[in-house]
């Protein structure tokens, strides 16, 4: 951490540890959370990791909080089991919603990557994604993204290939496709059509929260602090 030191004259209060790997191995990131510590007492941290690796690490997780673990990145992409096998996952919406559990009993906030659209999913695909949400509290989740976001063909991806032999086309190498074009399912297609069509607004809808939540914080009455909360927890539901 002294090139870190040296690099920013000590002025950081948070690392994220951009390494995929990281919390592979439990034991490692558990030593280097330990020396991060010692050289910059206070300092906390957040990373990146996979659902399964969540679950398997559980034991290190309690110590990695105590020593400034703040928040965790999971790539829970998806509620539904079809679409996890299509996206190459390796892991079950089962463990995925373990892995949510973990992070919620020892207080540890998530970092959610979700991909709620893809060209093969199904309405029942989009169902199970819902259930999964209200299920873990996923839809209190802010940001709100994750409701819109979709599969992207980027160049040089496997997926792409795999939508050109689907689609029965090349994509030009310049411009990533419409993501709607990509969908199959009419059904699909329509539910995408209506969540984009919302879209516009989630983002004052977010900063409304945000700020009700932000003004709960200031000296208020119990009575008008409930209040406030109430709207915070109403404008989340929505």
């Not at 399964?52 to 309690?62: A, C, D, I, T």
């Not at 973990?102 to 989009?126: P, Q, T, Y």
């Not at 329509?190 to 989630?202: A, G, K, M, N, Q």
Request: aromatic residues 10%; contains cysteine.
């Amino acid at each position: 951490f002294l090139e870190l030191d040296a690099r920013s004259g000590g002025k950081y209060e948070h690392i994220y540890f951009l390494d995929a790997n990281f919390f592979v191995n439990a034991r490692r990131a558990v030593a280097i959370a330990e020396a991060l510590q010692g050289a910059k007492p206070g300092t906390t941290f957040s990373f990146a990791t996979r659902a399964n690796q969540v679950v398997k690490g559980r034991p290190y997780l309690q110590r990695l909080r105590d020593l400034g673990l703040r928040s965790i990145e999971i790539g829970i992409e998806s509620g539904s089991d079809a679409a996890l096998v299509r996206f190459a996952k390796d892991v079950t919406a089962a463990q995925n919603g373990e892995a949510l559990n973990i992070l919620r009993e020892l207080g540890i906030k998530l970092g959610l990557d979700f991909i709620m659209f893809d060209a093969e999913a199904s309405v029942g695909d989009l169902r199970q994604n819902l259930e999964f949400f209200a299920g873990y509290d996923l839809d209190t989740h802010i940001p709100w993204e994750s409701y819109f976001n979709y599969m992207t063909p980027y160049l040089g991806t496997a997926i792409r290939g795999h939508y050109e032999r689907l689609l029965g086309t090349t994509f030009p190498i310049d411009t990533l496709p419409e993501p709607r074009s990509l969908i199959l399912d009419p059904g699909t297609r329509r539910i995408f059509d209506e969540f984009h069509r919302l879209c516009s607004t989630v983002g004052d809808m977010a900063t409304a929260v945000t700020t009700l939540e932000t003004v709960c914080l200031e000296p208020l009455s119990e009575r008008e602090r409930a209040r406030r909360l109430m709207n915070a927890v109403s404008l989340r539901r929505y």
